[in-house]
């Protein structure tokens, strides 16, 4: 059994999760994935994860609304990994849901911690 903090990774790219779960497991994270948003928030609480980190967009469901679930039914953090470039829908969103981090691939100057936005 490990200490290490958890990391749950939805991304609907296997090769992104793959990239992403290897180098939180690299640096000592306890790390597991999944492609699609269903049953994130109660794998969340079942498996007691410390963080998610979470495509916008994914089949089924989007990042945003899984993000708002996540936040209204536990207490974990959340960073937004997106390959998005408009500046102005992270923004948006981030004012409605603002314990929120975005890392954005395609521009990554756009990136912003949650107390950024604020």
Known sequence: MTDAPKILVVDD???ICEIVEITLADAG???SSQTTGAGVVER???DRIDLVVLDLGLPGT???T???SL?????VGVVILS???ETTEMALASKSVPTITWLNLSSPENS???SAVC
């Open 71 to 75: 936040k209204e039914r536990t207490d």
């Open 83 to 85: 390959g998005r470039g």
């Open 44 to 46: 969340v609480l079942n």
């Open 66 to 68: 899984l993000t708002r």
């Open 62 to 64: 989007d990042g945003l």
């Open 29 to 31: 994270f306890d790390v």
């Open 13 to 15: 790219e296997p090769d």
């Open 112 to 114: 912003w911690p949650a």
